[in-house]
C-alpha cells in the first residue's frame, strides 16, 4: 500500500520558470495503490541548491489542489526550491522532487528594454520579416543567465547561433492592447566567456498580420512587428533590445498566418555585424506592463510521415500525410535543381483533384525561390490546416516564371515531413473501447482539439478564420478539459475576453480577441462563455480563483450584455441569434428550432449558473437576486414557447434537449417532464436516429436520452450510420470533426456552401457522452475531488475504458461484458472518493485504490430501437455499425 507524489507544480503552468504570480499556489498530483488514503497534513520545505532544508511548514489541511504560497513572496527574479510531504492517517508519501520555482519580471522598473523595429513597411501589404542583431560581452564566472522576450508579432531568437527554446509563433496571439505576454528562457548554456551575439527573425504573426473572413483586416494592433528583449547574468542585465541594436531583411520575402511564407534561399541569412545592417528604430514602451505568459508554449509537438504520394489526373503531385492537423511541411530533401517549389496546404480531394475553395480568401502556401544554398526549407511564421500538400493551379503559373522545378516531380516520402503544431497542453484524457469507429471518431476529436489550440481556442486551423469563435469553445470546453489540460491557454484568453467586453460596453464579442467591431455582437450561447466556460474550467480544476477573477464580467452580461425585451426581459426577439448553429435538415445556418428559444433557454441556465457562483464566492444577496430572476425568466420562458399541454412551440429534438438538460420544467407541472421525453423519442425515432442538432443540441443530446429512460436510443442515435451521423464522416475516413456533418457530400463532393471545414472542433463535443455515459466517470465535486463512476454500457459495445489525469491524480474505468457478466474496474486517486453507479446494483461509495465490480448482465432489449412505417413509406435505410 503506497501513496506517492508524482508532480509538483504552481498555479496552472507546466513549468515554474519566470511565473508571474508572488505567491503562486501548489498543487501536487498522487499515485499508489493505497485504499482509502485521505491526505491529513502536508510539510512544505524550501531547500538550497544542495537541497539542504532552509525552513519547513507544516500544515494541517487535506487540501492538495491550489494549497497557499507558505513563504515569504516571491520577487522579481527570486529563486525558491520547494519540495512537499503528504501525510495521511498512518501512511505519508516521500518527499516530492524539488520544484524550482522563479519569479519573472514583475514590474515595470525591470524593463531596461526597448522596443525595436526596422522601417515603417507599406500599411495594406504583408509585413516582410526582418532579423535584428546585437552583440554583448559576459563576464567570465557568469552562472544563471535569462532571456525574458516577447514581440509585437512573432519571434525567433538565438544566440551565438544556437535557436533560444523551442516555441513556434511566439508569443502567440492575445488581446495585445491588454496582455502583452513574455517568456523567461533559461539560456547558461548558450552563453561563451567574452563575446557574444544574439540575434532575432520578428514577422508580422497575428499582431500586424491579415485577421479576418472577406479579405479582413491588417494591422488590428499596430502596423510595426517589433521586439522586446532583456538577457541578464546573475540578475543583472547585460543585453536588451535598445537604439544600438542593427536590422535587415533575410531570405523571407513574406510570412503570414493565413497567406503562408515565401523565401528566396538567394539571399543569405548572415549574422555578421557588418554595415549591411540598418540602425533599429525604437517605439514607445507598450502601454501594457508586459506579462509572464500562463499559456505552455506552441510547439511542434509530432512530426508525421507521408503515407503517399500521388499525381492527380490533371498530373499535380500531392502528398498525402494520411492525417489532417494544424502546422506545416518541412523539406527535408535535396530538390535535384534550382527552382521554384511551391507547397499548397489543403484538407480534402475532391474526386481525386485539388479544391481549393474551402480555403476562401487564405492562400495556405509556402513558396521558396531556391537559388542555389539550398539547407532543406520549413516555414516560421505561419500554419496551415491540412493533410494534403501539393501543387496548386498556382504552382504552373509560379513554375513558368521561375522554371526549374521538374526535379521536384521526383519528391520522395523521406523529402518531407508533416509537422504538427499546437499549444503544448498535457494530455491528460483518453477513451478507447471494443467499438473501432468509435474510436476512430475519438481520435478524430483530439486531433481537431490538436488543431483548434494554436495559441488560443479556435474554430478552425485552415481557412480566413481561425478566430477565437466563443461560441465554439463554450459548447467544446467540457470535452477539451477532460482530453487536456487546456487551463492556462483558456484562462489567459478568458482574461482577454474580460477587456474585450469591457470594450464593447458589456457585450461579449463573438470572437475574442475581436478582430473588428463588427464582432462586437450580443448572442446567446456564444456571449454565454463568459460564465459558462469558468464554470467549466472551476469543474475541472476546483480552481475557484478562475470564478472570482470571471464574476464581474459575468455579472456585466447579464446586465448590460444581454440585449433583453423591456417586457418580458427575455432576449430581445428582433436581434439575430446564432441559435442551434448548423443544425443539419435544414437551409440556413441557424438550425430549424427557434434561435430564440435556443437563446432563452441558456439566459435562464446562465442566470442560474451567475447565482451559483455568486453563492460560491458569498456575494448572499446577488445570489437571491439572480436566483429570483431566473425564477421569473423561467416564468416568461414557460409561457413563450411551451403550450398548456407541453408541446413546445419548436418541435425539435434540441428545442426539447435543451428545456430538459437545463431543467426548465413547469416547477408545479412535473408531469411536464414526461411528456416532453414521450415527445423526444417521438422525434428522434422519426429522424430515424440520424443528428438532428447543431452547436447547442449536440453536446446534450446522448446525455438527455440517457438520462431519460432512453439510453437504447442514444446508443442508436451514437452508432447510427447515414449521413448526418456522427460516424458517417469516420466511413469517408475523416480524420478530424467536421464543420457539419456532411462538409464532405456522400458522392465525394465538398458541400457547396461557402462554410465548410473539415476540422471544427465543436460538433465534437459528442465525445463528452463517450467519457461520461460510455466510458463512465466525471467530476461531481469541483476538481475531481469526487468522482462520479456511472458507466453505462449499450449498444453493441462489449468494452470501453476511459481515463482522466485529475488534479489529484489518475481516475480511470474500464468495463467489459464477457458472456452474462459485467465487470468493472475503477481507479481512485490518493485524497479523493468515488460514488459508484453501476447497472442494477446499488450505490457504493469508495475511496483511493483500485477497486473490482462484478455483476450479471443482461443486454437491453430495447437495442436496436426500431419504427414500424406503414407499407406505402420507403423502408427505413439508416442502419446502424455494429
Ligand atoms: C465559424 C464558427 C462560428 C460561426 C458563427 C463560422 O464562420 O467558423 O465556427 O461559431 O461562424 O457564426
Keep these: 500500500m503506497s501513496v506517492d507524489i508524482t508532480r509538483l507544480s504552481v498555479e496552472h503552468h507546466r513549468t515554474a520558470l519566470g511565473v508571474g504570480e508572488t505567491a503562486p499556489r501548489l498543487s501536487w498530483r498522487f499515485e499508489g495503490s493505497a485504499r482509502d488514503w485521505y491526505q491529513q497534513a502536508y510539510d512544505i520545505r524550501r531547500v538550497d541548491d544542495d537541497g539542504g532544508e532552509i525552513e519547513t511548514v507544516h500544515v494541517d489541511s487535506g487540501e492538495s489542489v491550489l494549497v497557499p504560497w507558505p513563504f515569504a513572496p516571491l520577487g522579481s527574479r527570486s529563486r525558491t526550491r520547494v519540495k512537499v510531504q503528504a501525510h495521511g492517517k498512518s501512511v505519508s508519501t516521500g518527499w516530492s522532487s524539488v520544484l524550482e520555482v522563479e519569479g519573472g519580471l514583475l514590474d515595470r522598473s525591470d524593463w531596461q528594454a526597448q522596443v525595436v523595429t526596422c522601417e515603417q513597411q507599406p500599411f495594406d501589404k504583408a509585413k516582410r520579416p526582418f532579423r535584428l542583431l546585437s552583440a554583448f560581452h559576459v563576464p567570465d564566472n557568469a552562472q544563471r543567465a535569462r532571456l525574458y522576450v516577447t514581440a509585437l508579432g512573432a519571434y525567433e531568437i538565438y544566440v551565438n547561433g544556437k535557436r533560444v527554446g523551442d516555441e513556434v509563433l511566439a508569443p502567440g496571439w492575445t488581446q495585445y492592447n491588454t496582455q502583452l505576454v513574455y517568456r523567461t528562457h533559461d539560456i547558461s548554456a548558450h552563453l561563451r566567456p567574452g563575446e557574444n551575439w544574439i540575434g532575432a527573425w520578428v514577422g508580422e504573426g497575428w499582431y500586424a498580420g491579415r485577421l479576418g473572413f472577406g479579405g479582413g483586416r491588417r494591422n488590428i494592433w499596430g502596423s510595426r512587428p517589433a521586439l522586446l528583449a532583456q538577457l541578464e547574468v546573475d540578475g543583472k542585465v547585460i543585453a536588451r533590445t535598445d537604439e544600438s541594436w542593427r536590422w535587415k531583411y533575410g531570405s523571407l520575402l513574406e510570412s503570414s498566418i493565413y497567406d503562408g511564407e515565401i523565401c528566396d534561399t538567394g539571399i543569405e541569412d548572415d549574422w555578421k555585424w557588418d554595415d549591411s545592417w540598418n540602425p533599429v528604430e525604437t517605439l514607445d514602451f507598450p502601454d501594457v506592463l508586459p506579462c509572464a505568459t500562463q499559456s505552455p508554449p506552441i510547439r511542434e509537438i509530432q512530426n508525421i510521415k507521408p503515407v503517399e504520394i500521388i499525381t492527380t489526373p490533371s498530373g499535380k503531385i500531392i502528398v498525402d500525410f494520411g492525417q489532417n492537423f494544424g502546422g506545416y511541411a518541412e523539406l527535408l530533401g535535396t530538390p535535384p535543381s534550382a527552382g521554384t517549389i511551391e507547397l499548397t496546404h489543403f484538407e480534402v480531394l475532391e474526386h481525386g483533384e485539388v479544391n481549393m475553395r474551402p480555403l476562401r480568401t487564405a492562400k495556405c502556401r509556402d513558396v521558396v525561390y531556391n537559388r542555389g544554398s539550398w539547407k532543406g526549407y520549413k516555414p516560421k511564421f505561419t500554419f496551415h490546416g491540412f493533410r494534403w500538400v501539393g501543387s496548386s493551379p498556382e504552382v504552373h503559373r509560379m513554375t513558368s516564371r521561375y522554371v526549374h522545378v521538374n526535379g521536384w516531380n521526383d519528391i520522395k516520402a523521406d523529402d518531407i515531413v508533416g509537422i504538427v503544431v499546437s499549444t503544448d497542453m498535457e494530455r491528460v484524457g483518453h477513451f478507447s473501447s471494443s467499438h473501432k469507429l468509435l474510436n476512430r471518431l475519438h481520435e478524430n476529436v483530439v486531433w481537431s482539439t490538436i488543431a483548434n489550440c494554436i495559441s488560443l ?376 472518493s468515488a460514488v459508484v453507479d453501476l447497472p442494477e446494483s446499488p450505490t457504493a461509495i469508495v475511496g483511493s485504490g483500485q477497486h473490482t465490480f462484478s455483476m450479471a448482465w443482461q443486454a437491453d432489449k430495447r437495442f436496436p430501437p426500431t419504427v414500424s412505417r406503414p407499407h406505402f413509406l420507403p423502408p427505413i435505410t439508416n442502419t446502424f455499425v455494429p
Design 457 to 832: 481556442p479556435t474554430d478552425c486551423p485552415q481557412r480566413d478564420e481561425r478566430l477565437g469563435w466563443t461560441g465554439d469553445v463554450q459548447v467544446f470546453a467540457p470535452t477539451l478539459s477532460f482530453l487536456f489540460d487546456g487551463t492556462g491557454m483558456l484562462d489567459g484568453w478568458l482574461k482577454d475576453l474580460a477587456y474585450e467586453q469591457s470594450v464593447a460596453k458589456g457585450v461579449v464579442p463573438i470572437v475574442v480577441p475581436s478582430v473588428d467591431d463588427h464582432f462586437n455582437l450580443p448572442s446567446a450561447v456564444w456571449g454565454d462563455v463568459v460564465a459558462l466556460l469558468p464554470a467549466v474550467l472551476h469543474r475541472f480544476t476546483g480552481d475557484a480563483r478562475i470564478l472570482a477573477n470571471m464574476y464581474a464580467p459575468m455579472v456585466d452580461w447579464l446586465e448590460r450584455g444581454v440585449k433583453r425585451d423591456p417586457a418580458t426581459q427575455l432576449w430581445d426577439p428582433r436581434d439575430m441569434q446564432f441559435g442551434d448553429w448548423l443544425a443539419p435538415q435544414v437551409e440556413g445556418s441557424n438550425g430549424i428550432t427557434d434561435p430564440h428559444l435556443v437563446a432563452d433557454a441558456y439566459l435562464v441556465h446562465v442566470t442560474r449558473v451567475v447565482a451559483h457562483v455568486a453563492g460560491l464566492l458569498g456575494y448572499r444577496d446577488d445570489q437571491q437576486r439572480f436566483e429570483a430572476e431566473a425564477e421569473a425568466l423561467l416564468a416568461v420562458f414557460q409561457d413563450t414557447y411551451i403550450t398548456a399541454r407541453h408541446r413546445t412551440v419548436s418541435d425539435t429534438q434540441a428545442a426539447i434537449a435543451l428545456i430538459l438538460h437545463f431543467d426548465l420544467i413547469h416547477p408545479d407541472q412535473p408531469e411536464q417532464r414526461q411528456v416532453l421525453v414521450q415527445r423526444l423519442e417521438k422525434l428522434v425515432t422519426k429522424c430515424l436516429w440520424q443528428v438532428a442538432t447543431g452547436f447547442a443540441g449536440t453536446p446534450i443530446i446522448l446525455h438527455v436520452l440517457a438520462e431519460n429512460g432512453l439510453l437504447h436510443h442514444a446508443y442508436r442515435m451514437l452508432q447510427a450510420k447515414d449521413s448526418p451521423s456522427w460516424l458517417s464522416p469516420v466511413l469517408l475516413g475523416a480524420t478530424t470533426i467536421w464543420e457539419r456533418w456532411d462538409s464532405m457530400l456522400q458522392d465525394g463532393s465538398i458541400n457547396p456552401d461557402d462554410m465548410v471545414s473539415f476540422n471544427h472542433y465543436a460538433l465534437g463535443s459528442v465525445a463528452q457522452f463517450l467519457h461520461k455515459v460510455v466510458g463512465g466517470i466525471a467530476p461531481l465535486e469541483p476538481g475531481w475531488r469526487k468522482i462520479l463512476v456511472k458507466p453505462r454500457p449499450g449498444g453493441t459495445i462489449t468494452s470501453a475504458s476511459v481515463s482522466h489525469v485529475s488534479p489529484y491524480g489518475k481516475v480511470s474505468c474500464g468495463w467489459a461484458i464477457v458472456r452474462d457478466t459485467l465487470k468493472v474496474e475503477v481507479q481512485i486517486p490518493p485524497n479523493c
